[in-house]
């Protein structure tokens, strides 16, 4: 909801001192999941350096939606943002709080390609297998700005 792209830098900018963002992925717009009335998504990828631990990382995050304007809770309501935590190195978490890697990770490609475009070789700690593999070769992603969009704040159209 809003202003994607502006929503989106100003995450990043809002990020604790705890957290150095070392390169953001191109920008994607996909359909949402499950599919929703428009506006389509924007999806991206931030790899980070921290020294938080996974559940102040989430909590943080959480924070971020809030001062954002993040107020309904519903599952899968229209929302001004959603900051998750797809994978934290190689970790694998599963508890009621957090999961790592993010559960649906493995059937997102608006998450996977962003995460590719970091780094080609990631491989999903739990499957084992490369990210790359579980890509769709028709993903349904249009990719509306490249690498270092989060510099140059341009409104939506």
Do not use: C
Request: hydrophobic share 45%; glycine share 4%; no cysteine.
């Amino acid at each position: 909801m809003g202003d994607r792209r502006t929503n989106l830098t100003t995450a990043i900018s809002l990020l604790p001192p705890d957290v150095v963002v070392e390169a953001v992925s191109p920008l994607y717009e996909s359909a949402p999941q499950p599919p929703a009335p428009p506006p389509l998504y924007y999806n991206a990828a931030a790899r980070i350096r921290t020294t938080l631990a996974p559940h102040d990382l989430l909590s943080y995050l959480k924070f971020i939606e809030r001062r954002l304007g993040r107020t309904d809770t519903t599952h899968w309501a229209p929302r001004p943002i959603d900051l998750d935590i797809a994978l934290y190195d190689d970790r694998v978490l599963d508890d009621a709080d957090l999961v790592i890697p993010h559960p649906l990770l493995h059937e997102r490609a608006f998450v996977l390609q962003p995460l590719l475009d970091l780094d080609p070789a990631l491989v999903h700690p739990r499957l084992g297998v490369t990210l790359a593999s579980l890509l769709p070769p028709d993903a349904g992603l249009v990719r509306v700005a490249e690498a270092g969009w989060q510099d140059r704040l341009v409104t939506d159209d």
